[in-house]
């Protein structure tokens, strides 16, 4: 652990490396607090980076509960244009199969107008014209200002712009207690998760934005916030089927949305109480695989025999509020909690709920108690500075044989031309399916915290296409042995990781071209080159 | 539950079940020689996925190097038609206009027609450095390259001439899609086809109306054209299937485009040229091997031959029909060369651009070519004939034109009677 | 079309199958959907590398005896297998390849991670240790080519050094490789051999080698000259004045296309019949006797033979397929030895032995083939798409794909 960090004393401590926390350090520093954040393992690794990547206008909570709609259409419309490099806006529909009733229609047009969302009812014809992978059967549609967002590439550039302004970031350290003296938080106990070392943090406010391990966290706090675990299944398929998001026009429910995201499309979710226990070690079983393959074929039919590559699971962070079973008509309300006049305990603040759309406004409320409570008056400003990357200066669009320009342009916006990219070597690809550079190795590591292969995938989606990893994980592992500095027997059990990690999502979903994949993988892998001798 | 959940993977040209093996890159003759080909895996099922996420994708530049002999497909264990996605791709995306050189590498048969009027004076001129050297500048048609002689009376006015009077004296009938090249360019072998067929008791018709089949127009931007061509020949050759006449070709190229490309890259439906369109080499071994036909040879025909797969045929998987038909004939001595691109690819090797890459990409078979020492290479495509012809001392034929030399006529037409 | 024999597959079996057939004045034809999996070669081929325990073995005759009773050296005859390997070496040399290595001890790859493992022959040029405690030199140099990713240098330099050989590495680069890298993804080795493969490239390449071998006793290349033949690296080795050798690269393998081309000639020159890019969809089974078959190229012709193999692969190779609901064996729907619940196919850990890789289609002490539980007499099956072993866990892949080759064909000759 860094010394300084130890020594100093900070404004606030923030818990939690995912959106909500990442956004909460970001605001924290661009009010002039010294900020720290403290992730256990590495940035997104809880449910920012489990879930569709959907950018919800709403609607799909219009009816049922009308303050998150409208919250998330006022957020939709924010992050459009503060993160438009993690953004993709194609719109989404809501359409009524036959055995659906259409009566919903009118009440969900109804409901998403009174949240302020736009609802344009159209033909059920047009609809198939626009996007033509729907399911033929339709009787309406619905159409609504849905798009994607890639979790991995907001959160990051909220680190970074936390950083800009003076935050600092401490990955794989996970609390393992806190410094309470006189009924007052004075900061945390740490463990360095890769090297075992104990240490302290300590900070005037600390603020919980753990997620769903937010409930571990108030225990050690001996406060009590009763979490919901709901665990939710998803799948990825090869390719883009549709390009636009497809919802079903009815109550949620399982598998309801299919979400067409980078290069490939994700159907989800399945909703399932669990255990708290498991959380840190969600798979995806084969009645879940079965729900959403049935139930996504009911969207777009083509999706039946469409190839998929893996099936991931998260956990959604919900307030628990009442014994519902389904965990659906909960609300996913932003709940922050000043446990000094909750529980009587100081310097303490847990901000959960709400949902990756409303990352930002969860920030903002969480930011802005911190700032009372330390006497500090300064607004909010992210709802109108653009993330690092989604600065308004457009980019020149390179025309031929730079795919990965291309590429790099879309994940890390205006920030693509300060990628490395002077030499042919720079310029050469790690990862083809994804069209992840030599460059892009390299700044990811130096400049998003990339130290591992688990995370450079995160940051740049090398190993995440057709193949998961076959040949550039190998190529990115020599790239980053160099680069990282790291000793050689690190970097190969760090590869011998990652081939395990990608094959944790591929085996529910193990059949045929995927399963024809993992063999030749593991014989590249296993049999080639013997990488099972580094496996722990 | 969906009664096909998961039990097979549909993609347009199979494209999903690519596993990024990289094979198909071992094979591709552009890739292997410049860098400035992102070879297909890349150019094919990697950027296809960019592509039907965004259609700015396309990079047309890239993609053009494609000589689309398909050898990756071959190639590949899993059955994706790569060349087929970067073909459908530039058909789909390209928003480039082709030129005056397109037009006129393109337009086989109209240029064909022009030019046979003029042939001696087209020929001159073609060869002529003067003229070469516009092209080379102005229309962007390499200079090296050896246009192709038109000759100066096109096949299908020999045959109304010459042959069709005397075709329907015969029981049994085929009808014959010559193609642009036995028309304006080399009607000998038309002209061979039917003496070999006449031996056998064949008597040949042509089709009521034979266009282009396409595969210069798609390559060349023209796929519109392509497919109104493409609709004509199926009509005639329904009509042909439907008066008992199967269809027969001597050129690899427009039988692959017709019977395994005009459904899914032009949207052509040619159940007919699947069913009833094929090769005359392998007509002509079927019926030899069922004991239908029986050939007899010219007892002091000797010669030494090289087979060449061309790139298509290797595609077709007929290869084998025109080399067993080459090895009947006694006094062949028969080598077979290993099968690799000559670096023509129909129209690309003439684009000025191109140029270089093609004759780098065939420079191999050139040197097995020479150092075979034979009378003649034999192969099945007539743009290889071409590159051969320009880039070898070798003579090259058809196999049909080998087994017309090589027939003893009047023996093997009483045979057959 | 009538043959003798149609094989289905033309990968290492298939090809060692119908070398042994069409030596023995057979009409042999090889139909093949693709290329194959020597293209993902290591330059070695194993009979059997590691026990149950995954401990190396160091003689793989003697150990096919403590074999389970499934796997196919147990049907080929414990007692057969020397004689078959023996024969499976003399038919890769009479193709024209070197090879070094001995039947009764294996010797030692070394894998693009720096990882020894046995194996049984390897392609002349590769380095390999006698024994796994490491490689004959003290002090190497490892050259790799400038911007070449898929030769993991800093893994084989560790690799090495922790068998307490000195270890160096090195890039160098000429301009014709610099220019290839301008492709940015196609700097591979295939593409890298076919820029050396002229003498002056050749020359280029080994002056550099020769400038920075300093004390070094020998060099080390990653595996990328050499894709037709071997005469390249004959060149090499004339110019560069300390020995040489080559470690293997990630695929496509360069010497695995020289493996697979010359089978592919020799099998050729001595009459055999190669369909390349053909796939076999079908064909007809009566009396317990395949009649013929059918492919996607030649639609209406049917190809007959008295005897037929299926050399078709496992998954990877689309030998076995696989869906939401069974694994099944593509062509003819053959019985196939695997679980009917998917759940059981897999084992969650990667590194554990997966079960899917011991499938493949059943078969008899004669490796014929059953359908619907009767055995088709002329239908054999041998290599990947046999059932009963994991090729990775025990390296015996390749011994697999030849050893069962020349068994099956030993049997159809004797019929």
């Known amino acids: 652990m860094n010394a300084d960090i130890s020594k100093k004393h900070y404004d606030v401590i923030v818990i939690g490396g995912g959106a909500t926390g990442a956004g909460t350090a970001r605001d924290c520093a661009m009010r002039g607090l010294s900020t720290l954040l403290i992730e256990r393992y590495d940035f997104t690794t809880g449910a920012t980076g489990r879930n569709h990547g959907l950018l919800h206008s709403g609607a799909r909570y219009a009816v049922t509960d009308k303050e998150s709609a409208t919250e998330c259409i006022e957020e939709n419309m924010i992050l459009r244009k503060v993160a438009r490099h993690c953004v993709e806006e194609h719109d989404g529909l809501f359409i009524t199969l036959p055995e659906d009733d259409l009566g919903y229609q009118a009440k969900f047009v109804e409901s998403c107008l009174a949240a302020g969302i736009r609802a344009d009812i159209i033909d059920p014809e047009e609809a198939k014209r626009l996007e033509p992978s729907v399911n033929p059967t339709l009787i309406g549609a619905v159409r609504v200002p849905d798009g994607s967002i890639d979790p991995f590439r907001l959160t990051i550039s909220n680190v970074l712009d936390a950083e800009r302004h003076g935050a600092d970031m401490l990955t794989y350290h996970e609390v393992t207690g806190l410094i309470i003296e006189n009924g007052r938080v004075l900061g945390v106990n740490l463990r360095n998760n890769l090297t075992g070392e104990q240490s302290e943090a300590r900070a005037d406010i600390t603020v919980n934005a753990a997620g769903i391990w937010g409930t571990l966290i108030a225990k050690m706090a001996g406060v009590t916030v009763n979490m919901f675990p709901a665990k939710g299944s998803l799948l990825v398929f090869s390719h883009r089927v549709n390009n636009m998001v497809i919802n079903r026009c009815r109550k949620p429910a399982n598998a309801d949305i299919l979400v067409p995201g980078d290069v490939i499309t994700v159907i989800g979710t399945t909703s399932d109480r669990v255990p708290i226990e498991t959380v840190d070690d969600m798979r995806v079983t084969p009645e879940e695989v079965e729900v959403l393959l049935t139930e996504g074929a009911q969207l777009a039919p083509a999706l039946a025999t469409t190839r998929i590559l893996r099936a991931y699971a998260g956990v959604r962070p919900l307030v628990a509020s009442d014994n519902d079973p389904s965990g659906r008509s909960i609300s996913r309300g932003i709940v922050c909690l000043d446990h000094e006049t909750r529980d009587g305990l100081a310097g303490f603040v847990t901000i959960t709920g709400g949902k990756l759309m409303t990352y930002r406004l969860m920030a903002e409320i969480a930011t802005n108690m911190v700032c009372k409570k330390l006497n500090v008056d300064k607004k909010c400003e992210t709802a109108t500075t653009p993330l690092p990357g989604a600065e308004t200066t457009p980019v020149e669009k390179p025309k031929s044989h730079m795919y990965a320009f291309n590429a790099k342009v879309g994940r890390h916006g205006t920030y693509a031309p300060s990628i490395d990219s002077h030499d042919e070597i720079a310029n050469s690809l790690v990862c083809e399916c994804e069209e992840v550079t030599v460059g892009e190795v390299k700044y990811a590591v130096e400049k998003q915290h990339a130290g591992t292969l688990t995370q450079l995938r995160r940051r740049t989606r090398m190993g995440m296409g057709t193949c998961q990893g076959e040949l550039c994980a190998l190529r990115a592992a020599g790239v980053m042995c160099n680069v990282c500095k790291k000793s050689v027997d690190d970097s190969a059990a760090d590869l011998a990781d990652f081939i395990n990690e990608r094959w944790k999502g591929m085996y529910p979903v193990g059949w045929g071209s995927t399963l024809n994949e993992a063999q030749l993988i593991s014989n590249i892998y296993q049999g080639l080159c013997g990488l099972d001798n580094f496996a722990k | 539950m969906a009664e096909n959940l998961q039990l097979y993977s549909i993609s347009e040209n199979e494209l999903e079940k690519c596993l990024k093996c990289s094979i198909c890159t071992v094979y591709c003759p552009v890739a292997g020689v410049t860098p400035f080909y992102p070879g297909p895996k890349h150019a094919g099922p990697d950027g296809e996925r960019y592509r039907i996420k965004d259609a700015s994708f396309f990079d047309e530049k890239a993609l053009k190097m494609c000589l689309n002999c398909k050898r990756c497909e071959v190639a590949c264990p899993e059955g994706v038609h790569i060349a087929d996605i970067i073909q459908s791709a530039r058909i789909k995306y390209s928003k480039h206009k082709p030129g005056l050189r397109e037009f006129t590498l393109a337009n086989t048969d109209l240029v064909g027609s022009i030019t046979t009027l003029a042939a001696p004076v087209a020929n001159f001129a073609t060869s002529f450095s003067p003229v070469k050297a516009t092209l080379d500048t102005i229309v962007k048609i390499d200079k090296h390259r050896t246009f192709p002689a038109y000759a100066s009376q096109k096949f299908e006015t020999w045959y109304k001439k010459h042959a069709a009077a005397e075709q329907d004296k015969y029981e049994k009938q085929v009808s014959y899609f010559h193609g642009c090249y036995v028309n304006y360019n080399y009607p000998q072998l038309g002209k061979e086809l039917i003496k070999v067929m006449n031996a056998i008791g064949y008597g040949v018709k042509l089709l009521d109306k034979e266009k282009c089949c396409g595969v210069p127009l798609v390559s060349n931007g023209f796929a519109t054209q392509a497919k109104k061509h493409g609709e004509i020949n199926m009509a005639s050759m329904r009509k042909s299937v439907a008066e008992g006449r199967p269809i027969l070709t001597t050129g690899t190229s427009c039988t692959l485009m017709m019977r395994n490309e005009y459904d899914h890259l032009l949207h052509i439906d040619n159940k007919v040229a699947q069913e009833h369109l094929l090769l005359a080499t392998r007509f002509i071994y079927k019926l030899v091997e069922e004991g239908k036909v029986k050939l007899a040879f010219r007892e002091d025909y000797k010669k030494r031959v090289c087979y060449h797969t061309a790139c298509h045929m290797e595609r077709l998987g007929w290869t084998i029909y025109s080399t067993s038909l080459v090895k009947m004939i006694p006094g062949i001595d028969f080598v077979m060369l290993d099968s690799m691109c000559c670096g023509i690819a129909g129209t690309y090797g003439f684009k000025k651009e191109n140029y270089p890459i093609s004759q780098k990409i065939g420079e191999p078979l050139f040197k097995q070519i020479e150092e075979a020492k034979v009378d003649n290479v034999i192969t099945d495509c007539e743009t290889c004939k071409w590159q051969i012809e320009m880039s070898t001392s070798a003579k090259v034929l058809n196999p049909i034109s080998v087994l017309a030399e090589a027939i003893d006529y009047e023996k093997t037409k009483a045979l057959n009677q | ?415």
């Open chain 3, 1 to 415: 079309m009538k043959f003798d024999n149609i094989i289905i597959g033309g990968g290492l079996s298939g090809l060692t199958c119908g070398i042994t057939l069409a030596k023995a004045g057979k009409k042999v034809a090889v139909i093949t959907a693709g290329q194959s999996t020597l293209h993902f070669c290591s330059g070695s081929f194993d009979l059997l590398g590691y026990d149950a325990e995954g401990k190396a073995i160091e003689n793989p005759v003697e150990a096919v005896a403590q074999l389970k009773e499934s796997h196919p050296y147990k049907k080929a005859g414990v007692e057969n297998i020397a004689s078959l390997a023996q024969d499976a070496a003399a038919i890769l040399t009479e193709c024209g390849l070197k090879l070094k290595g001995d039947i009764k001890r294996n010797h030692y790859r070394i894998t693009p991670m720096g990882v020894l493992k046995p194996t049984w022959l390897t392609l002349e040029e590769y380095l390999t240790a006698d024994s796994a405690a490491g490689v004959a030199y003290k002090k190497l140099v490892v050259a790799n080519i400038t911007g070449f990713h898929d030769f993991p240098v800093e893994f084989i330099a560790e690799g090495l050094r922790k068998t307490s050989t000195e270890v160096e590495v090195k890039t160098l680069s000429i301009p014709a490789l610099k220019e290839r890298r301008c492709s940015p993804s196609e700097m591979r080795s295939a593409n890298i051999s076919k820029v050396l493969s002229t003498e002056d490239t050749l020359q280029e390449i080994a002056d550099k080698l020769n400038s920075i071998a300093n004390d070094a006793e020998a060099i080390i290349l990653p595996a990328i000259i050499g894709i037709n033949n071997d005469e390249n690296i004959a060149i090499l080795k004339a110019k560069v004045n300390k020995p040489l050798f080559v470690i293997a690269t990630l695929p496509p393998s360069v010497p695995g296309v020289r493996v697979q081309k010359a089978l592919r000639s020799y099998f050729e020159k001595i009459g055999g019949v190669f369909m390349m890019g053909n796939k076999v969809c079908g064909g007809e089974i009566e009396d317990g006797k395949v009649k013929h078959i059918e492919t996607t190229l030649l639609p209406d012709e049917q190809l007959s033979a008295d005897n037929y193999i299926l050399a078709t692969g496992s998954f990877q190779s689309e030998g076995l397929m696989s869906n939401y609901v069974k694994v099944y064996e593509p062509v003819l729907d053959l019985d196939v030895d695997a679980s009917d619940k998917r759940t059981e196919w897999v084992d969650t850990m990667v590194y554990n032995a997966q079960p899917y890789m011991e499938y493949g289609v059943k078969t008899n002490n004669v490796f014929q083939t059953q359908k619907n539980g009767s055995t088709i007499e002329n239908l054999y099956a041998i290599g990947s798409v046999l059932s009963g072993h994991n090729a990775i866990k025990q390296a015996d892949g390749t011994g697999v794909s030849m050893v069962t080759a020349i068994a099956v064909a030993k049997n159809i000759l004797n019929k």
